[in-house]
């Protein structure tokens, strides 16, 4: 779990046009909510959340928000880009009580080299670039790493075979492929899949 403070303000003019305003001044309009409290309109200046969500853990690191001298435990619950630029335009936090349980998605990243598929023309295609999770705030993964080094052609990683922290659940089938070793003759075949690439955080 990575943990880090950013500051929101509050008392931001609400509206497209204001919004548009401010993100012109390099601040990102925002709202924080949770169970029990009243929504909160909020901004953030884009670099100091650029800066807390570099550490490994992205956009799923739980972050300390300070708000009016008040800190909230949260984390980004959804978060809208420019259609064309992709920068974040609008943020969602989610006050978070550390010890209750959430739904999170985790990164899933590939190490190694799979030569045996490799040499025979195929290729290694992870089928998400996600894990669903349950967990609490505290133990929430930064990622799953899976080495496909001793995969060979036809070899499938299923979700079963994640290894989960204690306190975390994996959601979902459990017999569902999150990595496939293509064979060549599927890997030159028309519409043939190919990994698929994680958006950058912005």
Known sequence: MSQTTLVA????????????????TDQIPGVLYGQGMTPVSVAVARRDLRV?????????????????????????????????KRNVSHVD????????????????????EAKAVLNEGGLVDPSVDTIDVECTPGNMPNEF??????????????????????????????????????HGSQAEAPGAATPAASPAAE
């Open 145 to 182: 790493i899976v080495d496909v080094s001793n995969m060979q052609p036809g070899d499938v990683i299923r979700l079963s075979s994640l290894v989960m922290p204690k306190g975390v659940t994996a959601l979902g089938d459990p017999e569902m492929a999150i990595v496939t070793a293509i």
């Open 93 to 112: 936090f989610l006050q978070v009580n550390m010890s209750e349980m959430l739904t999170v998605s985790v990164p899933l990243h590939i190490t190694g």
């Open 52 to 84: 807390a969500l570099s550490g490994p853990a992205g956009f799923n690191t739980v972050l300390q928000l300070e708000v009016d001298g008040k800190v909230y435990p949260a984390v980004i619950k959804d978060v809208q880009r420019h259609p064309v």
């Open 9 to 24: 303000s509050t008392g931001r003019e609400i509206g497209s046009p204001a919004s548009r305003r401010l993100r012109a």
